[in-house]
């Protein structure tokens, strides 16, 4: 086993890594989605209706803070999109194709009327062990950014706690083990991605094959005519 | 092209690997994944480039045939087993209502299976121990919630099942309609196929090309004909009136047609082109034995252009199943009435040329091919009152090596003696890219 190998097996990464390579991956994630190429023939936003998939179940997570949150007062209101991710992640097809796409969504909708005060990015751990509220914090802050839609780092009190979730989100997940039935620290995840509408119905589901920001965008303007009242500011818990 | 993401990964212990890769690999994650096995939808993961495991066959129940009900049978098809060749499990669902086609969920822990008379969809989990695929769920009310009738084909997407039906609950014609499920089984939505801009309304495979926002959509014929027996069926010169002769190009996203093409003789399975770029597809029509190319010209229209003749079409050699090699070079096509199947050059897909043939038996129905094109399977039956009758009633899965000049048989399954029925249609599994998903 390698020496990194070994780092990886259950130990939290140190913080100020973290946080250079949050901070580091907001620029570079940005930068490689310029020229990414994006889905052809979309129809216009609001031509279309997107179909109601499912609700998004009831789930208790826990904030950047510590504190417990239901999952549905982190969508309920908004456009919201929101994918499962982990810090230690390094499947190129994986996290960081969601991690780019929200950065690029996010940036676009910066600017654009109709999304800037109604879309808003969730980002679920898929590894509570050690993506802890105050990993959370880190990328929070390395996320927050003047006026652009809100992304919210929420994570689960544990494995274990999160797997309903993930069950009814059709959110698989494997944890990887070495030859002696030890996790190694690889979680094997299909990339999926969902947009949720503000009464808490997934209206797409994005997996590798259709995940662009244009393509969110586009779907995410559609729900935005169709939600006008739609809102992504903070609401007390 | 990314089609797995559910993947090993050597591992590297901070988010800075995560940052970098983004940085390195967007672009290519970016592009559109595009296919199966060769004809899977591109929603899924989990493809098998490697050695399949196991194969699973829709097997129709056949009246004096063991139990006479329908089942989904597993045999073991990886070489030097001990068990290599041999049907390991077999599940049967109850009762005989045509079993036809099966199609895997995005997370190809689940696979659905349909039957065209009564209309049931079984879900079968293949994900926990795809050596012994368990019954989770039946919908049995597929008539009564949509109005359609006759479940065919079953496309993933993500976190749903696109199913094409081929007749409905009315007059059990051939005007039908698309029905979304989610993964749990649940009605998402209904979509009529398209009877104006010359749409005959008629359904039969779906085939996908996520890059373009594009879906086909090709046409077969309704529940009247297809439960009608075959020789009684083609005497009846007003019933072999009421076959498709459309294919339609949809907006995914809309969910809408946006361009009916006229294709004579009811065009069966479409197969989109897996080479990155070739945003072409092909298939083949049953009753008119032609192979067609659906492109976009040199304005961007799309068309859908006759290229190939299929055997001698005054013959009705009655083209049925496909499969297209994963690097578009070659389609496998065939034949029922001679029990042969057939290869196609497609280096240029406007002129395809059959390069190799050979007969597999009194029937061949339907064909499927490993990632890499050295293993090719075979199955016999059509439709219960479309087989062939007497001593030409073959029920067979035929495993075959190619090694690109010659199909070698490797093993042979009698689904007759096997007390098993008659075998329909085939998927793959293999135990490595799930097990560790729990």
């Known amino acids: 086993m390698t020496a990194l190998r070994k780092r990886a097996k259950g130990r939290r990464a140190p913080s100020a890594m973290l946080g250079a390579a949050a901070l580091f991956c907001v620029a570079a994630a940005t930068q490689a989605r310029g020229g990414a190429s994006a889905v052809e023939n979309l129809p216009a936003p609001g031509a279309y209706v997107l179909q109601r998939i499912q609700r998004v179940p009831e789930a208790q997570l826990l904030d950047a803070d510590g504190k417990p949150v239901a999952l549905s007062s982190q969508v309920n209101g908004a456009v919201t999109a929101l994918g499962f991710f982990y810090g230690h992640c390094e499947d190129a097809a994986g996290c960081p194709v969601a991690w780019s796409t929200f950065e690029s969504a996010r940036k676009a909708a910066e600017s654009d009327p109709l999304l800037r005060n109604r879309l808003r990015l969730v980002f679920v751990s898929l590894d509570p062990e050690r993506d802890t509220p105050s990993v959370l914090r880190i990328l929070g802050s390395a996320e927050r950014s003047g006026d652009a839609p809100p992304w919210i780092f929420l994570t689960g009190a544990s494995a274990e706690r999160l797997a309903p979730l993930l069950r009814a989100m059709g959110q698989d997940v494997g944890y990887e083990l070495d030859a002696v039935g030890r996790r190694t620290g690889a979680i094997n995840h299909m990339l999926k991605v969902f947009l949720i509408d503000p009464d808490g119905w997934v209206r797409e589901i994005y997996s590798t094959a259709f995940l662009t920001p244009e393509n969110l965008l586009n779907d995410a303007r559609t729900l935005a005519l169709a939600f006008r009242d739609a809102s992504n500011a903070q609401k007390e818990p | ?438």
Not at chain 2, 129 to 137: A, E
Not at chain 2, 223 to 244: C, E, P, R, V
């Open chain 2, 1 to 438: 092209m990314r089609a797995v993401t559910i993947r090993r990964v050597a591992m590297k212990p901070t988010a800075l690997a995560l940052c970098l890769s983004s940085a390195l690999f967007t672009r290519e994650a970016a592009a559109p994944a595009r296919a199966d096995e060769t004809c899977n939808s591109p929603f899924m993961t989990g493809l098998i480039k490697g050695q399949e495991q196991y194969l699973h066959v829709w097997t129709l129940g056949e009246k004096g045939v063991g139990d006479e009900s329908d089942k989904l049978v597993t045999i073991d098809v990886v070489p030097g087993s001990p068990t290599y060749g041999k049907v390991i499990h077999a599940i049967s669902v109850g009762g005989r209502g045509e079993a036809h086609h099966m199609g895997f969920t995005d997370d190809r822990k689940y696979l659905w299976a349909g039957r065209l008379d009564d209309s049931k969809i079984f879900i079968f989990d293949v994900g926990d121990d795809p050596s012994k695929p368990k019954l989770v769920k039946t919908i049995d009310n597929l008539a009564e919630s949509t109005g359609f009738v006759g479940p065919h084909t079953f496309y993933a997407l993500p976190g749903r099942v696109l199913v094409q039906a081929l007749s409905n609950k009315k007059d059990h014609g051939g005007v039908t309609g698309l029905i979304t499920y989610n993964n749990a089984g649940d009605l998402v939505a209904t979509t009529p196929m398209p009877l104006d801009n010359g749409g005959d309304g008629y359904g039969y495979d779906i085939a996908i090309n996520p890059g373009k926002n594009r879906m086909l959509t090709s046409s077969f014929t309704g529940w009247t004909n297809y439960m009608m027996d075959m020789s009684q069926l083609i005497q009846d010169s007003s019933a072999m009136k009421n076959f498709g002769n459309t294919m339609v190009l949809w907006d995914l996203k809309a969910m809408k047609p946006e361009k009916v093409f006229p294709v004579p003789g009811a065009p069966l399975e479409i197969r989109w082109a897996l080479k990155p770029g070739a945003d072409w597809a092909i298939t083949a029509t049953a009753l008119t034995s032609k192979l067609y190319l659906i492109k976009q010209d040199e304005n961007q229209q799309w068309r859908a252009t006759p290229v190939a003749d299929i055997g001698d079409p005054a013959k009705i050699p009655l083209p049925v199943d496909i499969s297209i090699s994963s690097d578009a070079s070659s389609l496998w096509v065939n034949t029922f009435t001679d029990g042969t199947t057939r290869l196609f050059d497609l280096s240029n897909p406007e002129t395809p040329r059959q390069v190799y043939s050979k007969k597999i038996g009194a029937q061949a129905n339907m064909v499927s091919q490993s990632w890499d094109g050295k293993r090719v399977y075979f199955t016999t039956s059509l439709l219960a009152n479309w087989d062939k009758k007497g001593a030409d009633n073959e029920q067979f899965l035929k495993g075959y090596s190619w090694d690109g000049k010659e199909l070698r048989e490797d093993f042979v399954v009698d689904f007759h003696k096997e007390g098993l029925g008659r075998a329909h249609h085939m998927k793959f599994t293999a135990r490595a890219q799930k097990a560790e998903l729990r």
